[in-house]
């Protein structure tokens, strides 16, 4: 997902992400980077 604007935890393993213009999205992974001058989160998928 591009320009997300809200990262936040979820329920079991789930991470919420919303973005600049309002979409949202659950995805069941964790965070493997974050490239905090690049701006940029680097997520891995679990299954």
Known sequence: M???SLLKPGEE??????????????VRAKIK???LTE???ILELVE
């Open 2 to 4: 591009k320009d997300v």
């Open 13 to 26: 393993g789930e991470l919420y992400l919303e973005g600049i213009l309002g979409e949202q999205k659950k």
């Open 33 to 35: 980077e974050l490239q």
């Open 39 to 41: 701006h940029k989160i």
